[in-house]
């Protein structure tokens, strides 16, 4: 009996389709990763991380909040964060997914409708799929068509609060949610949900993200990532009292998780005085954003640029996206395919992220490689 086949057919039939997956070690420029200000090695969270060592900081909470789990260095962090990004509160988790999936699971109620967009994070799908509210999607971006489908939904007689999830900066397309024509639809419905994974750090104020202006109303929730431009790991849920009370009281993968570890409660405190005394770490990426879409729209004009430090380079099908990624990484620059279910079907891409770990030299280095290796240009 092969109680394996299930799992080795399904694994053949990726690899036919062109998108079985494998791990691979980072090599090259990097071109690829998250770390968009360039914290995740910086000598200042180093040394932040040696001082908290130093002071008796442990490296795991080893219980969770509501048990032994509870420490000076998260609630001091989730004090100052709620402050820095003008939050009554903030809660803190242990990563972007389960932050997203805990906050979905939780705070929509029975007879509530969740309403994404339909480009939502994996995470926010599958907190929908396990939360208690009804679920709907709405065309991307496209504000005219979430009003019809909360029509549509009180029109059936519906009378709950509307949750409505997008994320400010979407993380395979780089494009903007047109966030305050959302909030004038939650403002009469119910509640606005933004995640800042991918704004946190390089938009805003001394990167408070894109949503920064609506943060402190009772009826929105801000989700912040410290995995990403701030360099180190975990995530903050912001939102009113009453909301994050509730989440301690109710939210079971805050519950019964292990808490956040102190260590990176120190270095997220470092991140966010980064963010305050460097303001150079922002414009300087965006000059590299401003200089790819320059050298881009010249080179391969067909293409589409986001505006931000995320770029979608569209193949369409799996196979070739990947042949070019591999083409692209054996010059020396770590830019990786993405595949569906992803992205959808036929818009297979190179998503390439601007960070500063690459020099501007090597921005123009690698928009003429890709106009060297492009399929058919």
């Given amino acids: 009996m092969d109680r394996l086949a299930v799992y080795r057919r399904d694994l053949d039939g990726l690899a036919r389709l062109s998108r079985r997956r494998v791990l691979s070690h980072r090599q090259g420029i990097d071109f690829s990763s998250n770390d968009y200000i360039g914290l995740a090695q910086s000598p200042r969270l180093v040394a932040a991380a040696r001082r908290a060592l130093d002071a008796g900081v442990p490296v795991g909470a080893a219980g969770s909040r509501l048990l032994r789990g509870q420490t000076e260095a998260q609630a001091r962090?989730?004090?100052?964060?709620?402050r820095?990004?003008?939050?009554?509160?903030?809660?803190?988790?242990?990563?972007?997914?389960?932050?997203?999936?805990?906050?979905?699971?939780?705070?929509?109620?029975?007879g509530d409708l969740l309403l994404m967009d339909e480009l939502s994070h994996a995470s926010t799908h599958e907190g929908a799929r396990a939360g208690r509210a009804q679920v709907a999607t709405f065309r991307h971006g496209d504000v005219g068509h979430a009003a019809d489908v909360i029509a549509d939904w009180r029109a059936q007689g519906n009378t709950g609060a509307v949750w409505i999830a997008v994320e400010s900066l979407y993380s395979m397309d780089g494009d903007r949610a047109p966030l305050d024509e959302l909030m004038a639809l939650a403002d009469e419905h119910?509640?606005?949900?933004?995640?800042?994974?991918?704004?946190?750090?390089?938009?805003?104020?001394?990167?408070?993200?894109?949503?920064?202006h609506l943060e402190g109303r009772d009826n929105v929730v801000t989700l912040h990532t410290l995995g990403k431009a701030l360099g180190g790991s975990g995530a903050l849920i912001c939102a009113s009292r009453v909301l994050i009370d509730f989440l301690v009281n109710r939210c079971r993968p805050f519950i019964f998780a292990t808490a956040p570890s102190p260590l990176m409660a120190e270095v997220g405190l470092e991140s966010l005085a980064i963010l305050r005394d460097e303001p150079w770490r922002q414009a300087v990426l965006q000059g590299h954003i401003d200089c790819f879409g320059a050298e881009i729209a010249r080179r391969l004009p067909h293409l589409r640029v986001s505006g931000s430090q995320i770029v979608p380079l569209i193949v369409g099908q799996n196979a070739p996206t990947m042949e070019l990624a591999a083409a692209v990484q054996s010059r020396g620059f770590d830019l990786r395919g993405i595949r569906p279910p992803t992205v959808p079907e036929g818009t297979s891409r190179l998503r390439l992220s601007l960070t500063l770990n690459a020099s501007r030299a090597q921005v123009i280095r690698l928009a003429e490689l890709l106009e060297e290796l492009w399929p058919d240009s």
Avoid: C, I, K, S
Avoid at 88 to 109: I, K, W
Avoid at 192 to 212: C, I
């Fill in 77 to 82: 962090f989730e004090d100052v964060a709620a």
């Fill in 84 to 110: 820095f990004f003008g939050a009554e509160a903030a809660l803190g988790f242990g990563g972007g997914y389960v932050a997203n999936f805990a906050v979905l699971t939780t705070l929509p109620q029975r």
């Fill in 190 to 212: 119910g509640f606005l949900m933004v995640d800042e994974a991918h704004a946190t750090g390089v938009f805003g104020p001394q990167g408070r993200g894109l949503a920064h």
